[in-house]
């Protein structure tokens, strides 16, 4: 089954942060990727740009709404992911707690609803 690991983090602290925090930090990720290659459940992931790039969009009574920014305003921010692929939620939340980000900011773990599966429930 898949799993989406949603990384949230502060962005200002992490634009504070000491240039050598941010190398170990982007090391540890690289540590962190590389055993999830090994033990074969990695599927995908990346790091996201800052929420001040993003754009929101809306579609009300036929117009559309575009606002600059996330919609959402939260104290942390969601700033990467990891799609994984392993057999059931406690191995996925043992992967996430395992993840750099858990020991700085949440890690939100969700099963991917396959779109076939989806639209068979809602179809039938």
């Known amino acids: 089954m898949q799993y989406l690991l949603l990384i949230y983090n502060s962005e200002a602290g992490m634009a504070a942060a000491p240039r050598e925090a941010a190398i170990q930090m982007s090391a540890a990720y690289g540590a962190y ?11 995908g992931g990346e790091r996201l740009r800052f929420t001040s790039t993003a754009t929101s969009v809306r579609v009300a009574g036929g117009k559309t709404n575009v606002i600059d ?6 104290k942390e ?9 392993v057999p059931d ?16 900011g949440t890690m939100e773990v969700r099963p991917v609803w396959p779109m076939a599966e989806y639209m068979t429930e809602y179809t039938s």
């Open 33 to 43: 990727t590389e055993a999830m290659k090994k033990a074969g459940v990695f599927v």
């Open 69 to 74: 920014g996330p919609y959402a305003d939260t």
């Open 77 to 85: 921010q969601l700033g990467g992911y990891y799609m994984i692929d």
């Open 89 to 104: 939620m406690d191995e996925a939340i043992s992967w996430a707690a395992r993840c750099p980000g858990a020991s700085t």
